[in-house]
């Protein structure tokens, strides 16, 4: 929609369609001059429309002439140019203005174009603006105006075809486009993401499986692209398979909720929009705003890879329009039990996973591979685990190391997150606090987790009996020899 504004004509009372020819002759009597219109349907809320007048016409019956009154010696020099689709002749400084035989519209319509100031367009060398309306996303309508040929310049700089009638012309600008933005949440719709068609994130963003991601399609509704009606919108949602649809597809049309055909096929989704009656009639106003949002839930697929979500905007004329796609991710943790004296990796530590290094909310996981116990010759892998799995209670009571030490557990979104061991290995002592594991946009390095070797402990309580047994003997035997030395002394 940049660069040089481009034109759109409508032909009012004696005002022919560009594609009839224009009529030669004398001057006829003027009817009804002032009471002529040109509507514009379809127009862009907020848009300026200037309406320009080009000829003067006379009009009797189906016949119409149109003249030109010389003013700008520009533009007459460009009318009487061999290259001009048009043919002049001058009568008393008014001069009669004919279509030459084999003239396309394409070349009136490029004509007028290069006869427009692109510097100063409320100006342009055939005259000034008649007219000024502002579009409301519906029709506008020009009034009061002498019969002639006329065009009309929008501030969105494109042709509009003409469609028009005596002695009133209808033209419908079709200069609206529509784009796909497709953004995604991963915080419950708080702050969202990859706003603007085809942006990116750096990093990827990140959910925990069996977290919900949220996503939202927006844009504007248009009535045509090209000369081609649209009468719907087709939105094709693809998701990657680690992204389960949760069918919660909500359609809004500038903020009123509307009735859209969805279709749920597997990891696709499609979402009809309709924007056209029976009748051809547009339903919505002009570039209104268009909102779908829906979500999808990670599930056991999305490790170890990035999962995205595209979707594909057509229409009922199978344009492609646009497509916009987003991305979310999840990672690792590994956590790695050692004698801490030694750095020998242990067997046989049971761990459980929580959120918070103090709270109670753990986090259930399911066993990947190997055998879950401490005879696992290899790691253990564990996974954050669906909702399905829970209600299955296919989850595991505690995280096991095996010969390796090595614990991996994955699936999960950026964040802090808290390892409580509940059982030590055989002959360690359980550690008290929880370790804190972090995940930033990667996977996490072997996490030491460290433990010390249990101490002989006492067999009751208090300090134990060992000291007195070892007091009593010493008294004994001190007792026998003093009892000894104390017979031989009374002997002698």
């Known amino acids: 929609m940049k660069g040089i504004k481009k034109i759109l004509t409508g032909i009012i009372a004696g005002a022919m369609a560009l594609s009839m020819v224009f009529s030669a002759g004398n001057a006829l009597d003027v009817k009804a001059a002032g009471s002529g219109s040109i509507t514009v349907s379809n127009t862009t809320e907020g848009k300026t429309y200037n309406l320009?007048?080009?000829?003067?016409?006379?009009?009797?019956?189906?016949?119409?002439?149109?003249?030109?009154?010389?003013?700008?010696?520009?533009?007459?020099?460009?009318?009487?140019?061999?290259?001009?689709?048009?043919?002049?002749?001058?009568?008393?400084?008014?001069y009669s203005v004919v279509r030459k035989d084999g003239a396309e519209d394409s070349a009136v319509l490029k004509f007028i174009e290069d006869n427009t100031d692109k510097d100063?367009?409320?100006?342009?060398?055939?005259?000034?603006?008649?007219?000024?309306?502002?579009?409301?996303?519906?029709?506008?309508?020009?009034?009061?105006?002498?019969?002639?040929?006329?065009?009309?310049?929008?501030?969105?700089?494109?042709?509009?075809?003409?469609?028009?009638?005596?002695?009133?012309?209808t033209v419908i600008d079709k200069n609206q486009t529509t784009?796909?933005?497709?953004?995604?949440?991963?915080?419950?719709?708080?702050?969202?993401?990859?706003?603007g068609m085809g942006e990116t994130e750096k990093p990827v963003p990140t959910q925990m499986v069996g977290m919900k991601v949220n996503y939202k399609v927006t844009g504007t509704v248009t009535q045509y692209i090209g000369k081609d009606q649209v009468t719907y919108l087709l939105f094709t949602d693809t998701l990657s398979e680690g992204l389960t649809a949760n069918k919660d597809v909500k359609v809004t049309v500038d903020g009123a909720e509307v009735?859209?055909?969805?279709?749920?096929?597997?990891?696709?989704?499609?979402?009809?929009?309709?924007?056209?009656?029976?009748?051809?009639?547009?339903?919505?106003?002009?570039?209104?705003?268009?909102?779908?949002?829906?979500?999808a839930t990670v599930n056991e697929k999305a490790v170890d890879m990035v999962q995205n979500n595209e979707v594909k905007l057509t229409d009922n004329n199978g344009n492609e329009i646009g497509k916009d796609r987003t991305d979310v991710v999840n990672y690792n943790i590994f956590l790695v039990k050692k004698d801490a004296k030694t750095g020998k990796e242990l067997a046989g530590a049971e761990f459980k996973l929580f959120t918070t290094e103090k709270g109670d909310v753990e986090i259930p996981v399911v066993l990947v591979s190997g055998t879950g116990d401490a005879t696992s010759t290899e790691k253990n892998v564990y996974r954050v685990a669906t909702a399905d799995e829970i209600t299955k209670g296919e989850?595991?009571?505690?995280?096991?190391?095996?010969?390796?030490?090595?614990?991996?557990?994955?699936?999960?979104?950026?964040?802090?997150?808290?390892?409580?061991?509940?059982?030590?290995?055989?002959?360690?002592?359980?550690?008290?606090?929880?370790?804190?594991?972090?995940?930033?946009?990667?996977?996490?390095?072997?996490?030491?987790?460290?433990?010390?070797?249990?101490?002989?402990?006492?067999?009751?309580?208090?300090?134990?009996?060992?000291?007195?047994?070892?007091?009593?003997?010493?008294?004994?035997?001190?007792?026998?020899?003093?009892?000894?030395?104390?017979?031989?002394?009374?002997?002698?």
């Not at 796909?180 to 991963?186: I, L």
């Not at 009735?259 to 339903?283: F, R």
């Open 395 to 492: 989850t595991v009571e505690t995280m096991v190391t095996g010969t390796t030490g090595v614990i991996e557990v994955k699936g999960f979104a950026n964040g802090t997150y808290y390892f409580e061991e509940t059982k030590a290995p055989a002959g360690y002592n359980r550690l008290e606090g929880r370790t804190p594991a972090t995940v930033n946009g990667k996977n996490t390095a072997e996490i030491p987790v460290l433990n010390n070797s249990g101490s002989l402990l006492p067999s009751t309580g208090g300090i134990g009996t060992t000291i007195f047994y070892i007091l009593g003997g010493i008294l004994i035997v001190a007792g026998i020899a003093y009892f000894i030395v104390r017979r031989k002394a009374d002997a002698e």
């Open 259 to 295: 009735k859209a055909e969805v279709n749920y096929n597997g990891q696709t989704t499609t979402i009809k929009l309709v924007t056209a009656d029976a009748n051809l009639k547009p339903l919505y106003p002009s570039n209104a705003q268009y909102e779908i949002t829906y979500s």
């Open 179 to 195: 784009t796909v933005d497709k953004q995604e949440s991963v915080d419950n719709e708080v702050n969202w993401l990859y706003v």
């Open 52 to 94: 320009y007048k080009v000829f003067d016409a006379t009009y009797e019956g189906d016949k119409v002439a149109y003249t030109y009154d010389g003013s700008n010696a520009t533009f007459l020099a460009a009318l009487q140019a061999s290259t001009s689709p048009f043919t002049v002749n001058e009568y008393n400084g008014v």
């Open 120 to 169: 100063h367009p409320d100006v342009n060398n055939f005259g000034s603006v008649v007219q000024t309306l502002t579009g409301n996303g519906g029709e506008i309508t020009f009034t009061g105006l002498d019969f002639g040929y006329y065009f009309i310049t929008s501030s969105l700089g494109t042709v509009v075809t003409v469609d028009s009638a005596v002695p009133n012309a």
